[in-house]
């Protein structure tokens, strides 16, 4: 019976991916369409219905492209760091609070910031081994950020979890079955979700990928198919994020359509920022995690403690 149970949760995993994989394809091509409409232009139109294939005809140029790397580079870091990359962003995808098959985890929220903190790792790899100066400086400056914004990120979840004391992703729908907790923490709510741009590194600060004074950051070495799986990194990151804040602040996980719907309209609005905003200025990007975000978010922890304390 454990044998069976152990293959079923393998063979759910599997269609999670697969599931995740095309949600990030289509992801690519709703950001298309937007950043078209938005810029007074058509998005993709020509491959398939309304450019309904687009996705799956730019992995297969990416994927059957030239595979190069440079001479002078670290190779088996240099290969080997998007896969890794790819592969911790679709693991975190079993903290998805399925009522069944799947995992479900009393430390889920401690799982999900061990893979991001683990996901630094790949982009400073990613930096490093191509021995380039310009993707060099991409990586630093992405570990910076990301190092800096998970300490506001985390402080901003402890407050949601203060609520309802657990660990637990199934807890929050539990928790907000009447109300839920944007109405209440709607300032912390927004910090997350910049926090969120920052720490996936979109715009308004995608420094990283600084195409005006970095040509493109640390990817920049990168072609066919180590740069798409970057990508899909990338994307398989901002789908999570918003399940996350729809998690956290939008009522749970709930079995409905309506679930998806939250989740699509939180990644809708990745894009729309990206289409609006232009890029923000570095030094200011730090000052608003460590004197903006960093105080703001530690207040709101000692005001939902003293709430929670005098609840008990």
């Given at each position: 019976m454990m044998m069976n149970d152990m293959m079923m949760i393998f063979i759910g995993f599997i269609i999670l991916i697969l599931g995740?994989?095309?949600?990030?394809?289509?992801?690519?091509?709703?950001?298309?369409?937007?950043?078209?409409?938005i810029q007074i232009r058509k998005g993709p139109n020509k491959v398939g219905f309304m450019g309904i294939l687009q996705p799956f005809s730019d992995a297969i140029k990416l994927f059957s492209k030239e595979q190069t790397y440079p001479n002078f580079s670290n190779y088996i870091s240099y290969y080997f760091s998007p896969i890794i990359s790819l592969i911790l962003s679709l693991i975190i995808w079993i903290l998805i609070p399925y009522y069944f098959n799947l995992i479900s985890f009393n430390l889920g929220v401690l799982f999900f910031l061990c893979c991001t903190s683990m996901g630094v790792y790949t982009v400073m790899i990613a930096g490093w081994s191509s021995n380039s100066n310009y993707s060099l400086l991409g990586g630093l400056r992405a570990v910076a950020q990301t190092i800096s914004y998970e300490v506001s990120l985390f402080l901003i979840m402890m407050s949601s979890i203060l609520m309802?004391?657990?660990?637990?992703?199934?807890?929050?729908?539990?928790y907000q079955e009447y109300v839920w907790f944007i109405f209440f923490m709607y300032p912390l709510s927004l910090c997350l979700f910049s926090s969120m741009l920052a720490e996936t590194n979109r715009t308004p600060f995608d420094f990283?990928?600084?195409?005006?004074?970095?040509?493109?950051?640390?990817?920049?070495e990168y072609s066919s198919g180590g740069f798409a799986l970057i990508f899909l990194a990338e994307y398989s990151s901002i789908l999570f994020m918003s399940m996350l804040f729809v998690l956290f602040f939008m009522g749970g996980y709930n079995m409905s359509i309506v679930f998806y719907l939250k989740l699509t309209l939180i990644s809708f609005l990745?894009?729309?920022?990206?289409?609006?905003?232009?890029?923000?200025?570095?030094?200011?990007?730090?000052?608003?995690?460590?004197?903006?975000?960093?105080?703001?978010?530690?207040?709101?922890?000692?005001?939902?403690m003293g709430i929670k304390m005098l609840l008990l």
């Open positions: 995740v994989l095309i949600g990030v394809a289509y992801l690519t091509l709703l950001e298309r369409k937007l950043l078209g409409y309802i004391m657990d660990f637990n992703m199934i807890m929050f729908m539990m990283a990928e600084g195409e005006s004074e970095l040509v493109s950051g640390f990817n920049i990745f894009i729309w920022v990206r289409g609006t905003l232009p890029r923000y200025r570095y030094d200011k990007l730090m000052y608003l995690a460590w004197k903006s975000y960093l105080p703001v978010s530690l207040n709101f922890l000692l005001l939902y």
